[in-house]
């Protein structure tokens, strides 16, 4: 049982390059997210998708870009990477967005130097 | 706008000790109140939640009231364990406020137990 499942599981950049975070969900939910946790700051969302083909920005979304081409995969993009990215990143997804259980991945750890 | 408010960390407890987490929210309407847990090296998953006033929300032990009048929901447990260290996030969900539902977390509480 799979759940949700994220690649990779860490990531150095340098700045300036850009890479694709993979989200994977097996349980068929509409509900997608991205989210960022810093220290100190707690989980501040990125970027979300209420359905396959949609999505829509959340709290933090300058410098990322997000596609849900498929109602199971959910990519997040950095087109150009900068120090204030080095983060980990937590994507996760839910049957809908009001009273509902929200399941994460385990994480990316990526680092930008 | 919506928020969330969390006791700051760390925590550390020893085993057997009594646990609590203050938690107190801001929200438009009436919010759906979470905690989750973050174990080591892992994502977070949800621990309990209550989605109306009055409700408690209980597991492994854990117990939270959902408190209208105090805007507050906060974590406690009788009896903590080694194993229970972790980082304890607050969240709500509030559909009619600006964060469209979206879950709203607080900073997270770190809580180690010493045997």
């Known amino acids: 049982n799979a759940g949700v499942t994220q690649t990779p599981k860490f990531r150095v950049l340098k700045t300036g390059q850009s890479m694709t975070l993979l989200c994977a969900q097996d349980?068929?939910?509409?509900?997608m997210y991205w989210y960022r946790q810093d220290p100190g700051m707690g989980l501040r969302l990125i970027h979300y998708?209420?359905?396959?083909?949609?999505?829509a920005k959340g709290e933090v979304p300058d410098g990322y870009n997000v596609s849900r081409l498929k109602k199971q995969n959910f990519l997040l993009g950095l087109e150009s990477a900068a120090p204030s990215q080095t983060s980990v990143y937590f994507c996760?997804?839910?049957?809908?967005?009001?009273?509902?259980?929200?399941?994460f991945g385990q994480g990316t750890r990526l680092t930008v130097v | 706008g919506d928020s969330v408010t969390q006791m700051e960390g760390p925590v550390t407890l020893s085993e057997e000790a009594f646990l609590t987490i203050n938690c107190t929210y801001t929200a438009t309407g009436y919010p759906s109140l979470f905690w989750y847990v973050q174990y080591p090296g892992e994502g977070l998953q949800l621990l309990l939640k209550a989605t109306k006033a009055d409700d408690k929300g209980s597991n492994k032990g854990f117990e939270a009231t959902y408190r209208k009048e105090t805007t507050s929901f906060h974590l406690e447990k009788g009896s903590v364990q080694v194993s229970d260290s972790a980082v304890y996030f607050c969240a709500l969900s509030a559909p009619y406020g600006g964060s469209q539902g979206n879950l709203i977390f607080g900073k997270g509480t770190k809580l180690s137990v010493k045997p």
């Open positions: 998708s209420v359905g396959e083909g949609t999505t």
């Open positions: 349980m068929n939910h509409e509900y």
């Open positions: 996760a997804s839910s049957t809908s967005v009001h009273r509902t259980e929200a399941f």
